[in-house]
C-alpha cells in the first residue's frame, strides 16, 4: 500500500507544477494595470505609481516573480491581498466554511436524489418511469449553472417568493459565527427563525450547484442496479424466499453502490472546485465569488491562492478516493 500511495504521490508532482504557472500566468494575461485598480478613484502620480509597482515587486521579469512566488508558497505564504492588504490566507480561512457548507449540502441533495431516481429507473427498466429519469438526467448533466440558476431565482425567488434571492441567511437575523457553518451557528443560535433562514438561503444554490453530479449519480446507479440484478447470488436470495425490500436494499444496492461511491467522490473534488458560477449566481461568499471578484480588480496574489488551493482541494479528494479505492480492491493496487 505504501509503494500505491508514494506512486500516486509522484505522479502529482508535475500537475502541482502546471497548476503553479497556471495560476501564475493566468491572470497576467487579462489586461490591466492592478495598481490602478488597487488605488480606485484615487490617481498617483508617476514616480508615486513606479514605487509602489516596485515595492510589490511587479518591475521585476516574469520568471523571477515566478520563482519569489514558489519561494513563499514552500514557506507557507499565500500573499497578501492588493485591494483589502490582508493576508490571503485569512480571508481564505473566513470565506471556505461557506464553501464547503454550499458543497456538502449539493452533494447531500445530489446523492439521496440520485440514489433513488438511479434505483427506481434500475427496477422499472424501460418503462415510462425509466425514460423519465434518464432523459431528465441527461438534462441535468447538460444544463449550463449560469442559466439554471437564474430560472430557479426568477420562478421560485421572484414569482413565487418562496426562496432568498441571495446571500446566506436575512440580515435581520445578527448570528455569532463560531464554527463559521451558518446552518450550525444559526441552530446553536437559538434565534427563532434564524435556521430556518439559513436553510431557505442554502436550497437554491445546493439545488444549482448539485444538479449535475445527481444527473451522474442517477446514471451511474442505474447502470450499477442493472448489472447486480443479473447476478446469480440475486436469483439465490430471491429462491431462498427472502422478502423483496431485503434482497433489494441489502443484496442489490449494497453491492450497486461501489462503483456509485467512486463516482461521489470524484465529484465532491469538482463541487468544491466548482462552485464559482454558483456562488457568484446567488453572492454567496464563498471561494467561487472571492475569486471572480478578485480577478476584476486584478488583486494577483488572491487569484493565484485561489486557483491553486481549487486545483489543491480536487487533487486531494480525488487521491483520498483512489487510496480508498485500492484498499477496498487490491487489485488496482497491483495494477500501479
Known amino acids: 500500500m505504501l509503494t500505491f500511495l508514494l506512486k500516486k504521490l509522484a505522479t502529482l508532482i508535475p500537475t502541482l507544477i502546471g497548476i503553479t504557472l497556471v495560476a501564475f500566468g493566468l491572470i497576467r494575461l487579462i489586461p490591466g494595470d492592478p495598481i490602478e485598480v ?108 449560469f442559466w439554471w440558476g437564474l430560472i430557479l431565482i426568477m420562478y421560485f425567488s421572484v414569482g413565487l417568493a418562496w426562496t432568498p434571492v441571495s446571500g446566506r441567511i436575512s440580515i435581520e437575523y445578527d448570528i455569532t459565527r463560531v464554527t463559521g457553518f451558518l446552518l450550525i451557528d444559526a441552530w446553536l443560535s437559538g434565534e427563532e427563525g434564524a435556521f430556518k433562514s439559513a436553510c431557505l438561503h442554502l436550497l437554491l444554490p445546493a439545488l444549482v450547484l448539485g444538479t449535475s453530479t445527481m444527473a451522474v449519480v442517477a446514471r451511474m446507479t442505474r447502470s450499477s442496479m442493472l448489472e447486480v440484478l443479473r447476478e446469480d447470488y440475486i436469483r439465490s436470495a430471491r429462491a431462498k424466499g427472502l422478502g423483496p425490500g431485503r434482497v433489494l436494499i441489502v443484496h442489490a444496492l449494497r453491492n450497486a453502490l461501489i462503483p456509485v461511491l467512486t463516482v461521489v467522490g470524484m465529484q465532491t473534488g469538482s463541487l468544491l472546485a466548482g462552485a464559482v458560477l454558483t456562488e457568484t449566481i446567488f453572492s454567496w461568499p464563498g471561494i467561487g465569488k472571492w475569486l471572480i471578484d478578485s480577478i476584476a480588480r486584478r488583486d494577483y496574489p488572491v487569484v493565484q491562492a485561489g486557483i491553486l488551493i481549487s486545483a489543491l482541494t480536487f487533487i486531494a479528494v480525488n487521491l483520498i478516493v483512489d487510496l480508498l479505492y485500492g484498499l477496498v480492491n487490491p487489485r488496482i493496487r497491483s495494477q500501479h
Open 38 to 145: 488597487m488605488m480606485g478613484e484615487r490617481r498617483l502620480d508617476p514616480e508615486a505609481h513606479a514605487a509602489l509597482v516596485q515595492r510589490l515587486g511587479l518591475d521585476q521579469p516574469l520568471h523571477v516573480q515566478y520563482f519569489d512566488y514558489i519561494g513563499k508558497l514552500a514557506q507557507g505564504d499565500l500573499g497578501q491581498s492588493l485591494v483589502s492588504r490582508e493576508p490571503v490566507a485569512k480571508e481564505f480561512a473566513a470565506l471556505f466554511p461557506a464553501t464547503v457548507e454550499l458543497a456538502l449540502a449539493a452533494l447531500l441533495l445530489a446523492v439521496s436524489l440520485g440514489l433513488l431516481l438511479g434505483m427506481l429507473a434500475g427496477l422499472k427498466r424501460g418503462s415510462l418511469l425509466d425514460q423519465g429519469v434518464m432523459g431528465l438526467a441527461t438534462v441535468g448533466y447538460s444544463m449550463p449553472v
